[in-house]
């Protein structure tokens, strides 16, 4: 199964993808975990990197596509994977599309997780993730149950920079006008699965294991 996460910044594609990744037994492929791991260590990569991801801004599609590609490549993905957060603009998109078809492959499914602007702005200010291990909780819809350590590893929990309100708004412009015309991209390739994101988390497991379980 090789199935792509798209939607806003907060929908939720992390927190699904790490349910849908355990269920199906396939890597979760994250390029804002990439770039987080990277900033953690120092990397140049990393260094790049946290330019752009301050402001809120895409990192240039030149130092994303090669990462991803070179991660796809590894033994563990050769059965499936699920991508979160990749691709973000039409040239990824592109770039993905005609790498698969160089290797006789393509994506099963794209799912769109839809959640309106203002609940965005909730999810975002009330998002926590671990300093440890990275998993991701939120104050008021997924509170760990540990207070402010990590239910999984026991590392303190924190704010993401790219959380704070002012970037915010920003990375919202960026999804409207950069990533969402995904939408249609993967509509005309008939890959296209939108699910209600504004559900609970059990709930929109559930819809979208019915999709891909149909
Ligand atoms: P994304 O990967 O799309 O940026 P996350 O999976 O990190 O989004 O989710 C953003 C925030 O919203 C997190 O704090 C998460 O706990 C919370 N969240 C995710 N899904 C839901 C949901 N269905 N209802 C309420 N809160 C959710
Ligand atoms: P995420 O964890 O998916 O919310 O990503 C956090 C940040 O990492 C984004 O706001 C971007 O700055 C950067 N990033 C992650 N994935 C990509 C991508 N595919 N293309 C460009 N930038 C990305």
Do not use: W
């Not at 492929?29 to 953690?40: A, L, P, Q, V, Y």
């Not at 993905?96 to 609940?119: C, F, M, S, T, W």
């Not at 993730?129 to 997924?142: N, S």
């Not at 999984?152 to 960026?174: A, F, M």
């Amino acid at each position: 199964m090789k199935i792509i996460m798209l939607g806003a910044p907060g929908a939720g594609k992390g927190t699904q993808a790490i349910r849908i990744a355990a269920e199906y037994q396939i890597p979760h492929i994250s390029t804002g975990d990439i770039f987080r791991s990277n900033i953690k260590n120092g990397t140049e990569l990393g260094k790049k990197a946290r330019a752009y991801m301050d402001q809120g801004l895409l990192v240039p599609d030149e130092l994303t596509v090669d990462l991803v590609m070179d991660r796809l490549d590894q033994d563990d993905a050769k059965k499936g994977y699920i991508l979160d957060g990749f691709p973000r603009t039409i040239p990824q998109a592109k770039a993905l599309e005609k790498a698969l078809q160089e290797r006789g492959d393509k994506l099963d499914y794209a799912i769109d997780i839809e959640v309106p602007d203002e609940n965005i702005v909730d999810r975002m200010s009330g998002r926590r993730a671990c300093t440890g291990c990275g998993a991701t909780y939120h104050i008021k819809f997924q509170p760990s149950a540990k207070g402010a350590l990590c239910e999984i590893c026991g590392e303190p929990l924190s704010i993401r920079e790219d959380d704070l309100p002012e970037t915010v708004q920003k990375r919202l412009d960026v999804y409207h006008s950069q990533t969402q015309p995904l939408i249609d991209f993967y509509k005309e390739r008939d890959i296209l699965r939108s699910v209600d994101g504004t559900k609970h988390v059990d709930e929109v497991f559930a819809d979208i294991s019915a999709i891909l379980e149909a």
